[in-house]
Nanobody
């Protein structure tokens, strides 16, 4: 059974850091695109960062470039999102998602969320003083 479980959310002050973790089970990350999405209150879900295993490429939303870093640990089948210099506008529920890499589909297919077949339940990140 495929499962994605996020952890690491919490309350942090502006300028602070958090690291989110997503443990995948039921499949291996080697053949999947995996990434992070977020949804703030009253807003639509948006892509934050995606890692595409087929070519090692990474994608970031413009709003988080230079502040967030996606990484993975194959041995632990885990993906991380290191979030630095957090801002109040980063407050949201963060979801981990994964989808099989399909030849011919570029990063935007996964970054939009359409290519993601599996989703975690989310972890809340609140940035506030």
């Amino acid at each position: 059974q495929v499962q994605l479980v996020e952890s690491g959310g919490g309350l942090v002050q502006p300028g602070g850091s958090l690291r989110l973790s997503c443990v995948a089970s039921g499949f291996t990350l080697d053949y999947y695109a995996i990434g992070w999405f977020r949804q703030a209150p009253g807003k639509e879900r948006e892509g934050v960062s995606v890692f595409k295993s087929s070519d090692g490429s990474t994608y970031y939303a413009d709003s988080v470039k230079g502040r967030f870093t996606i990484s993975r640990d194959n041995a632990k089948n885990t993906v991380y999102l290191q979030m630095n210099s957090l801002k109040p506008e980063d407050t949201a529920v963060y979801y981990c998602a994964a989808g099989p890499v399909i030849s011919g589909y570029g990063g935007s297919y996964y970054f939009s969320g359409y290519g993601m077949d599996y989703w975690g339940k989310g972890t809340l990140v609140t940035v506030s003083s």
